[in-house]
């Protein structure tokens, strides 16, 4: 955080005091300290994203890779906080720019289609599982 407040000083901070959604729903860009659920849910709703991750305290799987690799490319992940500052520096404030570029847009696709798929149809979806199982 104090990195960020340095080169960013006018940035928000919040320490989980506050409703996510509505942090998030309110943000320019949010940014995470490390992989979690949370930058899965941003992903997926779309909402422009960076996430910095040391890959000593969390590992993916090998066949993860090539999707996190498209993260890196795509400058969504980021291994260290230096890289992600200068990113944010060289967007210079046009987020949407970057974040709906057809590099980000395909690699936001590509690992949310494995790995962070938001089904806004559960219900449904739950209810004709259960139809066809009890048909058979």
């Known amino acids: ?12 901070h919040d320490n989980g005091t506050n409703n996510i959604t509505d942090l998030i729903k309110k943000s320019k860009i949010v940014l995470y300290t490390y992989f979690s659920t949370g930058i899965l849910e941003s992903l997926a ?11 000593c305290n969390s590992k993916f799987k090998k066949s993860a890779m090539i999707n996190v690799q498209g993260l890196i490319d795509a400058k969504i992940l980021h291994l260290n906080y230096d890289t992600a500052c200068k990113h944010l520096i060289a967007i210079n404030g046009d ?22 798929k938001i089904n806004f149809n559960k219900l449904n979806n739950l209810y004709d599982k259960f139809i066809k199982d009890i048909k058979s």
């Open 45 to 55: 709703l779309n909402y422009p994203s960076i996430v910095v991750n040391d890959f």
């Open 95 to 116: 987020v949407e720019n970057w974040w709906n570029s057809d590099t980000v847009q395909s690699a936001i696709e590509k690992y949310c289609y494995n790995y962070a």
């Open 1 to 12: 955080e104090k990195i960020f407040k340095k080169n960013f000083p006018k940035s928000q």
